[in-house]
């Protein structure tokens, strides 16, 4: 008898290694398959809109240094506007693709394996655009260097500059890493692929075969990273939140910024992943590996977010009114009932309103639901750090008079195009690697092969 009962689970061994072993074939070609197949048309024009919104940014960038800040609508004493506002957007979206392929790889949670690899290229690209922002509102782009040429140790903007780059240096890093084991699989795979792809993914590889060794090595190597980027990418935002929080400026001298910044870059962030894993998903017909579950996972996660983001929102402007200072009355009463109530009211409305109800009702989190809702919270979060930025400059401390602020064409097609460039790079990136970690998706598969799996009905 028990001859028998070995002989029947040798069987059943030998069957699910079998099955697995056609899943992982299938994962293979399909989601290499992007990788060889010809754009559309609509791919090319995509990418051609993008680049001419892009270079027209440029050309808008060009004529600032050439005419000076004048061009913009900056004034006394805003002297931070829709620059620092899409500083602060893009460093904070950048944050989705550590929290998802790194601390939650911590965590092992097994729902975020198909949206890590496009959370990375979030993060790497993201990064840049907010980089630059800074320089932008500089003026002169050769004053950069004094910061780097003359530092002086408490000033928060030689503390960005030093997170942001360890941050974008470490994260190019562990996207590089991730993406090694199947660069090698392209490289083996795809023999009819383009001369100059099958030469960028023999060299990028860097001779992976696949040993135990080696996948020790990774292991080991992104394991130590993860914990690394954890404490980086909540060290980032906090310096960024610091750029504010140590002035005297009304609405800005609060210890609440810090965490208040980090909890909106995660939620803001994480709204973007959802949008780009869906047109990744619908595009590329991968709703087999991504699928209905892992959206309604990441969905559950993204409505903690929402309740945890009005909970500081509450918590900063109850404080405020307790405290009754005049002048920080005067940003609440701005935002409020003033000039700013249309902008606050609205981004109350897009980033707690709207997706509450449908988030926290599982048969209204459908994923082109959840696009709309993850669309509009990026819209007010982007809303949220222009109510914290401008009116903070339009009502100092010592009375200044009225003044008004309004982007010219200039800022509002420099901030165009660095959302064209972002979302270029992102459609280059999926046609040149694969948008989803195959290696993360089979470690998946063997890992829950003998665990009963969640039941969920695909969306037709």
Not at 108 to 136: D, H, K, Q, Y
Not at 194 to 221: A, C, E, M, N, V
Not at 279 to 290: I, S
Request: hydrophobic share 55%.
């Amino acid at each position: 008898m028990q001859e028998q009962e070995r002989v029947v689970n040798a069987n059943n061994a030998t069957s699910a290694d079998e099955e697995i072993g056609a899943l992982e074939e299938q994962i293979e070609t399909d989601i290499l398959r992007p990788l060889v197949t010809k754009p559309s048309r609509e791919y090319y024009l995509l990418c051609g809109f993008l680049a001419a919104v892009f270079l027209f940014a440029l050309f808008a960038w060009s004529t600032q240094l050439w005419h000076g800040l004048i061009v913009t609508g900056l004034n006394a004493p805003v002297f931070w506007g829709v620059y620092i506002v899409n500083f602060v957007f893009f460093i904070g979206i950048s944050h989705a693709g550590t929290l998802i392929s790194s601390i939650l790889r911590i965590a092992n949670v097994e729902w975020r394996r198909p949206f890590t690899r496009m959370a990375e290229a979030v993060t790497v690209f993201s990064l840049p655009f907010g980089a630059l922002c800074p320089i932008l509102d500089m003026g002169r782009p050769d004053r950069v260097f004094m910061i780097i040429k003359h530092p002086h140790i408490t000033s928060p903007i030689l503390w960005d500059i030093i997170c942001i780059s360890t941050y974008l240096t470490t994260s190019c890093f562990y996207f590089y890493l991730s993406l090694i084991p199947d660069l090698a699989l392209a490289r083996d795979r795809l023999k009819n692929a383009h001369p100059f792809k099958r030469w960028l993914y023999k060299t990028l590889s860097l001779g992976w075969t696949g040993t135990k060794r080696q996948w020790r090595i990774l292991d080991t190597i992104m394991t130590v990273m993860s914990v690394l980027l954890f404490v980086i990418v909540i060290s980032v935002h906090t310096n960024v939140s610091f750029v504010f929080a140590v002035t005297f400026k009304p609405g800005w001298h609060t210890t609440i910024l810090p965490p208040f910044f980090v909890l909106g870059a995660i939620f803001s962030g994480i709204a973007t992943v959802i949008v780009v894993m869906a047109a990744v998903r619908k595009y590329f017909g991968l709703e087999r590996w991504v699928t209905d579950w892992h959206f309604d996972r990441i969905a559950a996660f993204l409505l903690a977010l929402t309740c945890f983001w009005f909970y500081a929102l509450f918590v900063e402007h109850l404080l405020t009114i307790y405290l009754h200072e005049p002048a920080e009355l005067r940003i609440i009463l701005e935002r409020f009932i003033g000039r700013f109530s249309l902008m606050f009211w609205g981004m109350f409305a897009l980033c707690f309103v709207i997706p509450l109800p449908i988030l926290a009702v599982r048969k209204w989190r459908t994923i082109p639901n959840l696009v709309i809702v993850s669309l509009l919270i990026n819209v007010g979060m982007w809303i949220e750090r222009y109510v914290i930025i401008v009116p903070s400059n339009l009502n100092p401390l010592l009375p200044w008079g009225k003044f008004h602020y309004f982007p010219s064409w200039v800022e509002i097609a420099i901030t165009a195009g660095w959302f064209a460039g972002f979302m270029l790079l992102l459609l280059l990136f999926a046609r040149f690697f694969p948008s989803i970690a195959i290696w993360e998706v089979k470690e998946g598969l063997h890992a829950t092969a003998h665990k009963p799996q969640p039941v969920f009905v695909q969306s037709q």
